[in-house]
């Protein structure tokens, strides 16, 4: 078998070589088989990696991404030419400067304290600096006029759950012999998420930080059970363009490669023929939303399932989002997704774990989130545990250390005081809120001819586009926020969506007649660009800019630059 390694040129030479020198001879040998044993692994495994790419994407689709990859190149040059180069640094820092003015406040009435003061301050004191903190001009989301963002579950919870707070703000769950009564909640916080989503009897689970938390965790219990038990070394993951963005964090983390799937319109769920190309023995999870970010859609759980039963891979379903609305969607009288098919859930035999944001829908205090497994066999993967530290034994379940109790108490006490039928009835006033919004889009006579509903949503999220060419759907997005509303703008394609809440539910009415004033608005300004033709001077607002202009350029280098320059000022004192 050797000897077939070696080139006939090789062969030739050694046989040609004097006898004299005959271990040399035999050490070059060696030498050459082994740069071709290395050789030929190479090419293996780079025909292999070509062989996945070309079944996962198809020769059109692997050409076009060597294209796009060429065409980030070329343009990469170009925003570094000279002359180019200075005119893009001008305008980043232009819009730099105007973004910090906007979030770091300063001026009369506002004091900077960038040290300790030298005493500590009063009660009294603290107390009128909190109320002018809590009181800087801000979006109003009281008046419900902020997609997402606030969970609030009521007046009387809140106080609650910040005597919760109070009462638990020592506490912390790394300590479960001091604090024996944190530990009891965070278990049956987690049994009841179990228990909504139909979890096992040997169902296991975790609470975490958040919903990215939850998500990064699920990514590595798959990567390490992949590792563990199948000895995948170069992990990959296979889920919707759609999915949240901690998938991706995830990838970057924990070094696992993400292959992103279209959510092909009409539809926008995750587009199942492509998921099934793109696994390989390196798959360790696969992952659909239920519903996800964007749309407001669910990918079809139940087909991944049946992928991940005859693939044998773990699949998550990422029911941040939909959380305490999804799972009592059929109790308050709405349809619930693939219902007749088995759910969305651990009733489909695939799903093998679910993240589940106890600090959306289930309007518990920010920094909340339950992610639950099938069983123990998946969630112990991504514990983490150390014998040997000098410290002692160490083990953690999750990304942090110490954690704060007091968080885990105010999300008992807000399951505790909400209940089913609390669930079930805020389920009924915001998915009616979200079912009133759709059905203005579809039917009211100037929103149907110049907006349009993206997918089918079934949850508390509607997103929608422009179908008028002569309308941009983030002139929409612009116009909306001048009237106060912080709607989210999403990109490829461009469109807005509306995350309805307690809040917002209470505003439907408001938002529609609002966004029709914006829409009959824009329509106006498109009359009025027909009838200047090229003179007309269009004005671009903060969101048409960012994703009109900047996000049209192949190279995201402009936009990383922003959004760098955007978390800088998070921290500017
Ligand atoms: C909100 C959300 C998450 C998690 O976000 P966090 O801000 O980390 O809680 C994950 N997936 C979806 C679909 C979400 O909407």
Redesign the pocket.
Known sequence: MASSLIPASMQARIMAGSPRNLSGAVAMLNLDLLKNVVFLFFVLRYTRKTFDSLRGYGIIGSIKRVYAAIKLWAFYLFLRAPGVRGQVDKQVTTALTKLEEKMVRKGPGITSYLALPKEGWTSEQIRTELAQLVGMEHAKWEEGRVS?AVYHGGEDLSKLQTEAIGTFSVSNPLHPDVFPGVRKMEAEVVAMVLSLFHGPSDGAGVTTS??????LMACLAARQKAYAERGVTEPEMVVPET??A?FFKAGSYFGIKVHRVPCPAPEYKVHIPSVRRLINRNTVLIAG?A???PHGIVDNIPALSRLAVSYKIPLHV?????SFIIAFLKKAGFPSPYEEEGGFDFRQPGVTSI?V?T??YGFAPKGN?VLIYRNRSYRNHQYFIFPDWIGGVYASPSIAGSRSGALIAGCWVSLMTIGEAGYIASCHQIMGAAKQFETAIREDPILSANIEVIGNPEVS?VAFASKNIGIDTYDIADAMSEKGWHLNALQDPPAIHV?FTRPTALAVEKLQLELTEVITAELEKAEERKRQGKSFARQRGNTSALYGVAGSLPDKSIVNRLAEGFLDALYKA
């Open positions: 997402g958040g919903g990215t938390e939850s998500i999915v949240h901690a939303s519903p996800n970010f990422d029911c941040c989002l939909g993240s944001d600090h959306k989130s999220v995350a």
